[in-house]
């Protein structure tokens, strides 16, 4: 008997799917649109996704490179939270439903899932997606206005990837407290720059706030050792593209890179890495630089070479985001 694909070669399945009988000229212009709607702003009398066409252009575009995204920072929590499995989850604004998949990755087995957004389409189509993996066909899909009326059902795990940038700044802080208030873990994704970054800083403050324990990507719980303005902090996930991808944003490159920022944290005790290396390492004749932030907190380098035997070999063998050093 054959073992089931694992959920990211499905997701890729269902969606490479989608765009049949979509001219590919179509699809482009509708995700070049969609696109250029995003202001910032909570929606007020329609979502921006209208129509399963455009939904399916959108996901198609967006959907892998959000769930490596989550899966990354889902990751990066899971080795915190060693032996911890979600009973439930609970995806706010997760439209089609990458969060939901790349939870399913990080965890096996089926559980109770809720998938909370404003547009219809996107919630149908999600639905549609999710009937490929028998772990996700009893997902609760639910239309919920993202925002200051939000209240939550209590649920192991709440995931928000993506859409706080969406939300004006009452809203914003209105969805994280629902989350901290519902949840005994929450993991926010957000773009990979200063912005998305600020918010991300945000939102961990809130939590911290709430009584969280920050498990990833940060070594402590203390604050951000970057000064404000100078510099942000972001990883990057790496993206097969799509013949849509390469359509809409040109190139010949198999593959892109998701820049994100994010924050994973807990009500109960956690275990975050040592230090976490939030640069690309450089290589050089003998040795690997490695800029690490650290539990006093900190912002160091260091500098691994040769002399360090099996911890040289384990540094030119270390990726921006991972713990350092790396388990025994």
């Excluded at 060693?82 to 559980?111: F, M």
């Excluded at 709440?158 to 989350?179: F, K, M, W």
């Excluded at 490159?253 to 640069?279: I, Q, W």
Aim: a neutral charge; charged letters at 20%; hydrophobic letters at 45%.
């Amino acid at each position: 008997m054959n073992a089931p694909a694992p959920p990211a070669e499905t997701l890729r399945a269902a969606l490479a799917g989608l765009l049949d009988g979509l001219p590919p000229r179509q699809a482009a212009q509708a995700v070049e649109r969609l696109i250029a709607s995003y202001r910032g702003a909570t929606p007020t009398d329609a979502p921006i996704l209208r129509d399963r066409a455009d939904v399916a252009a959108y996901a198609a575009y967006r959907m892998p490179a959000t769930f490596e995204a989550v899966r990354s920072a889902l990751e990066a929590f899971a080795d915190a939270v060693p032996g911890w499995v979600p009973g439930s989850h609970t995806d706010l604004g997760g439209g089609t439903g990458a969060a939901a998949w790349a939870v399913s990755a990080t965890w096996g087995g089926k559980r109770p899932v809720t998938v909370l957004d404003w547009a219809e389409p996107a919630l149908a189509l999600g639905r549609e997606i999710a009937a490929a993996d028998p772990a996700l066909r009893d997902v609760r899909w639910q239309r919920s206005r993202i925002g200051a009326a939000l209240t939550l059902e209590s649920t192991d795990l709440v995931t928000v990837s993506y859409v706080l940038n969406e939300l004006t700044a009452p809203d914003r802080t209105a969805l994280v407290d629902a989350a901290a208030t519902a949840a005994q873990a929450v993991v926010i994704v957000e773009p990979g720059t200063p912005d998305g970054y600020a918010r991300v800083i945000e939102a961990r403050d809130r939590l911290i706030g709430a009584g969280f324990h920050v498990a990833a990507p940060c070594p402590h719980s203390a604050g951000c050792p970057i000064a404000p303005g100078t510099d942000w902090c972001h990883f990057s996930a790496r993206v097969s593209r799509s013949s849509l991808h390469r359509q809409v944003k040109g190139g010949s490159l198999p593959y892109e890179d998701e820049k994100f920022s994010y924050v994973a944290a807990a009500r109960f005790p956690v275990t975050p890495a040592p230090s976490r290396v939030v640069r690309r390492p450089q290589i050089r004749k003998g040795q690997v630089l490695l800029d690490l932030c650290e539990t006093e907190p900190s912002l160091h380098r260091t500098t691994v070479t040769k002399r360090h035997g099996d911890l040289y070999k384990a540094a030119r063998d270390a990726d921006w985001g991972d713990a350092w050093p790396p388990a025994p």
